[in-house]
DNA sequence: GATGAATGAGACTTCATTCAT
DNA sequence: CATGAATGAAGTCTCATTCAT
């Protein structure tokens, strides 16, 4: 019974790895059932059993993902002091989970807006509770006055509408520039952009 | 023959405004040719004689859109003679053309992307279009001393991007916060970004 | 599993001959994928699920008869000992089979040349094959000497010509001469084309 | 009035002959009355003028070649004295005149095969006016003495069937092999059939 | 639980024909 | 007479989903 619960959620991985895959690389109107089903190394009917249809697989894989994706800014945070740096730890964790995944990056940066109506909703509120946990920091970098008052919602917006464009721009064109090297540009931007001091390069050495 | 071209060209016209109002109410892929023969009262036939094909359609609309709005960007640059108010005048003007035509909002930052691959290299095109107008005026703020020297071509990325971010939330937001108002608050995070004074309200009164 | 390859056969099969009924009707061109289907007892995505196309059918219809034909053809010449009547063989089994499949012979005789481009090069190949047979045979009694030496290519090209167009005109006309009527005034002039002795008939007791 | 009349004419004529290389090389159903209309320098309007429709294009373009077709062959008739030789001259003079003209060669013993029912039977009359031609003078030939009594018919159609055979596979195959050298070996044969001398190359000087 | 055959709605596109200018 | 814009029927093909085995 364990064993068999352990080969279902195995089968159900496979095929979010292979949706993840399939649809970064193909978009998801583009993609079949039928390609996901191939990838996984299952049957069209076998992809219907875990999965109620092509878009219960999309939103379960921006589910999982952005779950992944938090967790992994939660932990940076946690391993920053200064409300600001751990605003920017953020920041910093999305840019580089994404420069190592390009998939997870066109699924939520640009896939998911094809996909259709329903998924906007979503994608939205996945936004916002990025947008959250930055503009929670600057917050508290205002409270405890290591900022000066702004309006810290819209500057949480500002920081990730930046960072998106760049990532965005990064996977869009085969252009060389690599995107460490543009977060290092983007830095300082982001920083005076509130008002705080631009830190000297933290906890870097991570990754 | 004066008045055939007339005619014709009236057509065009009239199958581009309902293919805009169509795809960027129902999506580029869930649009049909027959939805844009219907809105622009022709038939689907019609619709193929002026234009080859769906796509076309979308980047011909694309087009005309993109220069329409340069335009109404280097107008309204014109207008202000400090550099860096002409950059942030650009901005103005996307937000605010934006901010009247919804449809033309989603149509660039949101359907683009879903339009499938082939739309991607033709949007960068497009946003490295704006980018530019924006980088050149910094620059020119720069080379005047009246702001510290920045990695330009980021500082205008960054630009953009906080200000597509913003138009983007508000487009799929039923939220009630009026466009203006989230301009106003973010106006001096950007200013600030590039380490810039930032200006009072300048000939706002436009529009 | 063996069962279910059977089914599978059994509707490949049910649509190519639903293929061969539809398309000697109405022609290649005139027939739609909804009438195979039709015919066929299937759906249109039934039959795109076991051809690739339209133009997928017609081939493999075309395979399938020409490699029937070619085998009632060698049996045929297996029962005959001299090789003119080996070559005999061939062309009687030709019209004779024909003959009782007047689909057959729209197909190879007319439809194939009204499918396109695309279909006169794998029809030349299978009337090569055919003449390739009789030539082969017409070689053999050239070699034994019951035949005075010709161009055994363009002999069999003769016969094979000959006999298409007594069955193509039968074919396209609706007059009352029987197709054996025509072949019996036809032997003698094909046997003393290649200057060869006119046997009494044969094993014509088959069928 | 007159001149008006000459016009119409020359333009009727750019018509079909615009559809004859039209046709040709696309065949009839890959054809478009666009196609025409461009190629005859008209607009498609200006064919539907002198034309009721792309069917009746077909028509008149078979009628007007199988005239001109009968004319040389009758021409080439007169030049010869003996009715075996007369025979023979009709099937020289449609094997040459193919040879010469391509496209004619494709309209005839291809294309319309493709352009639909209606056209097989026009197509089978006009292989009839020939086969009667070359019938009419082995009959004359039998009645001559200058030849065994055959069914004539069948002879006539052997001839025709084996020199569309020989024309066709020339058409299809992107061969070397020149129509002359097939035709000299095709000759004795077809004169063997019928049981007739071959004689020695008569007037092939013309052309 | 898995497989793959089957369905059917719907998309894009083509084009012969008509007709206003 | 000529032009080219417009129509609308029809065709091929795709694919999410269902279901018998």
Redesign the pocket.
Known sequence: MQF??H??EK?HRRILDAALKVFSQKGY???????I?GVS??????????F?????IFFALMDRAAQQLLERVEDAIALEAEPVQRAEAALRTVLRTFGKHRALARLFLIEAYGAGREFHTRLMEIHELFILVIQRHLDEAVESGAMDPVDTEIAARVWFGAISEVITHWLLTPGPQSLDEMYASLRPLIFRSVGAEVPRSTSDASR
Chains 1, 2, 3, 4 share one sequence.
């Open positions: 068999e619960q080969r279902a089968r109107r583009d993609s079949s059932v039928d390609d089903a190394k299952t049957s069209k009917g076998g992809v219907y059993f875990h109620p249809g092509k878009q219960a």
